[in-house]
């Protein structure tokens, strides 16, 4: 679609030279929390698609924390309705989604020891805005991505035996701030890929010749 509306205005331009207004975007019954479901299915089908990879080492002030693995992105979903920012040459779709279940462990390694830890909560808060032209055939793009609540967050430490509290007890900051680092850099991945796919624009307007 992006494609034949550059077309379009290519060929108006030859016909009426030195005009930019005569093609425009007139709004369509389609609301924006129907296009928001529409991403969130799309990113979701991604998430289930994509391998889980274990992460990078993790920064810990006292232990190693390695083979990083996440579980939870499948049931990202909305939270209350969307809405748009409509502007004369773009529009935003924003919304907020929330994430269950959320589950990030590693194992943990110093020189004398080694075991596993991880870092459970059940619901994640997250903020997104997606922003797109209306006028070309760029894909949409993520403006804004935050994760602005962690709710029942649950922390687990084996392989010190009797000193598991000690352990769970110096890793949970560590532990907390690195589920908040991963959930959003994956989150953006599946987004971006998902985001791919989809037109904001398509679904909300059609473009029209003055």
């Given at each position: 679609?992006?494609?034949?509306?550059?077309?379009?205005?290519?060929?108006?331009?030859?016909?009426?030279?030195?005009?930019?207004?005569?093609?425009?975007?007139?709004?369509?019954?389609?609301?924006?929390?129907?296009?928001?479901?529409?991403?969130?299915?799309?990113?979701?089908?991604?998430?289930?698609?994509?391998?889980?990879?274990?992460?990078?080492?993790?920064?810990?002030?006292?232990?190693?924390?390695?083979?990083?693995?996440?579980?939870?992105?499948?049931?990202?979903?909305?939270?209350?309705?969307?809405?748009?920012?409509?502007?004369?040459?773009?529009?935003?779709?924003?919304?907020?989604?929330?994430?269950?279940?959320?589950?990030?462990?590693?194992?943990?390694?110093?020189?004398?020891?080694?075991?596993?830890?991880?870092?459970?909560?059940?619901?994640?808060?997250?903020?997104?805005?997606?922003?797109?032209?209306?006028?070309?055939?760029?894909?949409?793009?993520?403006?804004?991505?935050?994760?602005?609540?962690?709710?029942?967050?649950?922390?687990?430490?084996?392989?010190?035996?009797?000193?598991?509290?000690?352990?769970?007890?110096?890793?949970?900051?560590?532990?907390?701030?690195?589920?908040?680092?991963?959930?959003?850099?994956?989150?953006?991945?599946?987004?971006?890929?998902?985001?791919?796919?989809?037109?904001?624009?398509?679904?909300?307007?059609?473009h029209v010749l003055n």
């Amino acid at each position: 679609l992006g494609y034949q509306i550059t077309a379009i205005i290519g060929l108006s331009q030859q016909v009426f030279p030195g005009s930019t207004h005569l093609i425009s975007c007139r709004r369509n019954d389609v609301s924006p929390t129907n296009v928001a479901d529409t991403l969130l299915k799309m990113t979701r089908k991604m998430a289930i698609s994509s391998p889980s990879m274990p992460f990078p080492a993790a920064p810990s002030s006292v232990l190693s924390l390695v083979n990083g693995q996440l579980v939870g992105l499948t049931t990202l979903e909305r939270r209350g309705e969307a809405c748009l920012v409509e502007r004369s040459d773009s529009v935003d779709l924003v919304v907020s989604l929330v994430a269950k279940n959320i589950h990030l462990s590693y194992l943990w390694t110093n020189k004398e020891f080694k075991g596993e830890c991880s870092i459970s909560c059940k619901n994640v808060c997250v903020r997104l805005t997606v922003t797109q032209l209306k006028y070309t055939d760029e894909h949409p793009q993520i403006k804004e991505l935050s994760v602005e609540e962690c709710e029942d967050v649950s922390t687990r430490f084996k392989g010190l035996g009797p000193l598991n509290k000690v352990g769970k007890h110096l890793l949970q900051k560590s532990l907390k701030k690195n589920l908040q680092k991963v959930l959003k850099s994956q989150m953006k991945n599946i987004l971006e890929k998902a985001l791919s796919e989809i037109s904001i624009i398509s679904q909300l307007f059609v473009h029209v010749l003055n």
